[in-house]
């Protein structure tokens, strides 16, 4: 169970976005069938998509070339959605739910899995928490059954809340506390660049806050997120897809739906001026620096355009700001970052960032690189990129979704059909996945950075070395 798998992966991914209603099951069985266009005609997912009346969306996509079954479940709710005074909680039950249920107690659902051969794990992410399994396909029956006695009646007891919230404050030790450069890129840049506390608060968790959930908060956080009508079940690969939704139907159809999910609004003002933070590392042996801009509403054109810039300025050996930063100036061995450092770029439904980050050497300042970047981002912001430059863009995007699409576990498809059902409820959007980009022009892309990569519409924060490192690299260069 991890909150930030997922993070390198998500260094350069897209998005696209629709929005058409599901029917319940005895009305529609969507199949898709119309090909990609443009540019890679042979890329085709079987997708059919329904709705059980209790409102669980469902995902089918049949493929029997590798003879094992991918399941995921993914749940509508993540670190926006936890209450205030209660951070890292999404975390926190995500690690509940793999403590047994009515009738599989603790360890059970493990053995299981690996008795048949399969992997299992979760995570937590800004707009979800997932569960997902790949097994051998003679195997699926049953652990759909454990799925849905996990979704009716998890074990929800004191000793496992105080095991588990034990096995978290040490993920934070070992992940954030006790690691140089700690969450500086994920969880403190988000932190300094966002206004509304649903996307600013530290979804790790502080260990007060940890340390305070009770078992009554576990309850009431599964009672109102973790429903069949705010979950999607897709089930991808070596399967019958009319025998697996009558297991569905048997296994899932008689949970009850929960109440109406509470509305929170996840908004971010726009930002009109920089802004700057700054911290001391201890462990850290050289300085960084991480840049978040606000990204354009998702599935805007505006947004298809910044995915374009993600790969033109930063994805790549052939990236803009490799060029700059790294072989021109060598402030640093690399740059980093993209949308959504927590996943890709479609599986998130809120306000986000670009981000880029790079560890430099200890000689250069920060006045150094930032002019740099500043330099490289502003000729963007002014010039237009050849249609040869954006092309190759394009090509690098539909390059990088079809390999996340494309893997033996499927875990990658598996993600893709639940973001797109989870935020679109469409998950054939998969199919027509060029269409945003398609629409791309250099003069789009210079206007969408004329706006969005603006100076007033970023954060600088930079992690420094504590006092004693920095003597110490003083004298070093000396």
């Known amino acids: 169970m991890t909150l930030y798998r997922g993070l390198a992966a998500g260094f350069g991914a897209l998005l696209l976005t629709a929005c058409q209603p599901a029917d319940t099951v005895d009305a529609v069985e969507t199949t898709t069938d119309e090909a990609v266009v443009a540019h890679d005609t042979s890329f085709q997912v079987d997708v059919s998509y329904y709705q059980l009346d209790n409102g669980l969306r469902v995902v089918l996509s049949e493929d029997h070339t590798v003879p094992t079954a991918t399941v995921g479940v993914y749940y509508g709710v993540g670190f926006r959605n936890e209450p205030q005074g209660r951070t890292g909680f999404a975390h926190l039950f995500e690690h509940l739910m793999f403590q047994g249920s009515a009738n599989l107690p603790h360890g059970a659902f493990d053995n299981l899995i690996y008795g048949s051969g399969g992997v299992n794990n979760g995570s937590t992410r800004y707009d979800f928490t997932n569960y997902y399994e790949v097994v051998p396909s003679n195997a699926l029956q049953a652990i759909l059954w454990a799925e849905a006695d996990r979704m009716a009646a998890p074990n929800l007891d004191e000793s496992q809340l105080d095991n588990q919230r034990e096995v978290v404050r040490n993920e934070v030790f070992v992940n954030v506390i006790n690691q140089p450069y700690g969450g500086w890129i994920w969880i403190d840049l988000p932190m300094a660049a966002n206004e509304n506390w649903h996307n600013a608060h530290n979804f790790y968790g502080d260990l007060s806050d940890l340390d305070a959930a009770s078992l009554e908060d576990a309850q009431g956080f599964f009672d109102t997120f973790y429903a069949p009508n705010n979950a999607v079940l897709v089930v991808a690969g070596d399967i019958d897809k009319g025998e697996t939704l009558g297991w569905i139907e048997e296994m899932f159809g008689p949970i009850e739906a929960g109440a109406p999910l509470p509305q929170i609004d996840t908004s971010e ?77 479609f599986n998130y439904d809120g306000p986000m960032l670009w981000t880029v980050g790079l560890i430099h050497d200890s000689e250069f300042t920060v006045s150094e690189v930032m002019g740099t970047l500043d330099t490289t981002i502003e000729a963007v912001r002014t010039e237009l990129f ?93």
Request: net charge negative; glycine share 8%; hydrophobic share 40%.
């Open 269 to 345: 003002p726009r930002q009109n001026a920089e802004k700057f933070a700054s911290q001391e590392d201890a462990l850290a042996n050289q300085p960084a620096l991480a840049v978040g801009y606000h990204m354009p509403e998702r599935g805007t054109p505006e947004y298809y355009a910044m995915a374009m810039l993600d790969q033109l300025l930063l994805q790549g050996d052939d990236s803009l700001l490799t060029a700059s930063l790294v072989n021109e100036e060598g402030y640093a061995s690399g740059v980093f970052g993209g949308i959504n450092l927590l996943g890709n770029a």
């Open 386 to 478: 050849s249609a040869a430059d954006v092309e190759r863009a394009r090509t690098k995007l539909l390059a990088d979704f079809y390999a996340t699409a494309d893997t033996g576990t499927r875990f990658g498809l598996v993600d893709l059909l639940a973001a797109f059902a989870l935020f679109d409820d469409d998950p054939s959007r998969i199919n027509r996945i060029t269409e945003g980009f398609e629409q791309v022009t250099p003069e789009l892309i210079r206007a969408t950075a004329e706006d969005y990569l603006r100076p007033t519409n970023r954060t600088v924060l930079e992690v420094r070395l504590a006092p004693d490192d920095a003597d110490d690299a003083d004298g070093a260069a000396e």
